[in-house]
């Protein structure tokens, strides 16, 4: 009988880079290192993987790879995939990456802009009834909620454009500024002479 070693499934380096860095932006983000981790590896796998085989590559517990696949479904960034001939859940990354960046962002407006939005309206409309709120806290919680609100109808503005526009304004970048009216400094992000 000969010895078997057990630990995770060796990575080529720039898969292993990869998958390391994005558990790293993942627990950034707002998701623990695992979920990251093991969206990466679906996102590169050529074929779907099962939980046995994400733990073992990863070198992760199997509770923790079962709750952070369970996590990347709510955010539908993976799905299931039948194999025939084997009973176990295989699962694959969405690997379109306007889909995925969408949904992501999806997915973040609905756990954190619509909460916030919705605690300063609350916050907003107490303010105006309460005697004891000043008139500087009140003017900005209503410039933080004016702001909110613009971006998140900028958010959704640009979810509605097709794909093709959307990489147009992508490419712009700063230069979009051209072609907005009035009067437009020469250079975006450097600062003006009065500041």
């Given at each position: 009988?000969?010895?078997?070693?057990?630990?995770?499934k060796?990575?080529p380096?720039p898969?292993?880079?990869?998958v390391?860095?994005?558990g790293?932006m993942?627990?950034i983000?707002?998701?623990?290192r695992?979920v990251?981790q093991?969206?990466?590896?679906l996102y590169?796998?050529?074929?779907?993987?099962?939980?046995e085989?994400?733990?073992?590559?990863?070198?992760?517990?199997?509770?923790?790879?079962?709750t952070?696949?369970?996590?990347?479904?709510?955010?539908?960034l993976?799905?299931?995939?039948?194999?025939?001939?084997?009973?176990?859940?295989f699962?694959a990354?969405e690997?379109d990456?306007w889909?995925m960046v969408?949904?992501?962002?999806?997915?973040?407006?609905?756990r954190?802009?619509?909460?916030?939005?919705a605690?300063?309206?609350?916050?907003?409309?107490?303010?105006?009834?309460?005697?004891?709120?000043?008139?500087?806290a009140?003017a900005?919680?209503?410039?933080?909620?004016?702001?909110?609100?613009?971006?998140?109808a900028w958010?959704r503005?640009?979810?509605?454009l097709?794909?093709g526009?959307?990489?147009?304004a992508?490419?712009?970048?700063?230069?979009?500024a051209r072609y907005?009216?009035?009067?437009?400094?020469k250079?975006?992000?450097?600062?003006?002479?009065?500041s």
């Open positions: 009988m000969t010895e078997m070693t057990v630990g995770p060796p990575l380096p898969i292993e880079r990869f390391l860095h994005w790293e993942g627990a983000w707002g998701t623990n695992s990251g093991i969206h990466a590896l590169l796998s050529e074929r779907p993987l099962n939980a085989e994400i733990a073992d590559t990863l070198g992760l517990a199997r509770s923790n790879v079962s952070s696949l369970k996590e990347l479904m709510s955010w539908q993976i799905h299931r995939v039948p194999v025939r001939g084997d009973r176990r859940d699962f990354a690997t990456l889909e969408m949904r992501i962002a999806e997915g973040r407006k609905a954190e802009i619509d909460p916030t939005l605690t300063l309206r609350a916050c907003a409309a107490q303010a105006e009834r309460d005697r004891e709120t000043g008139a500087v009140q900005r919680i209503a410039d933080m909620l004016t702001f909110v609100e613009m971006v998140d958010a503005d640009i979810s509605r097709p794909r526009k959307l990489a147009i992508l490419k712009l970048g700063g230069a979009i907005l009216p009035g009067k437009v400094g250079a975006i992000g450097k600062p003006s002479p009065r």
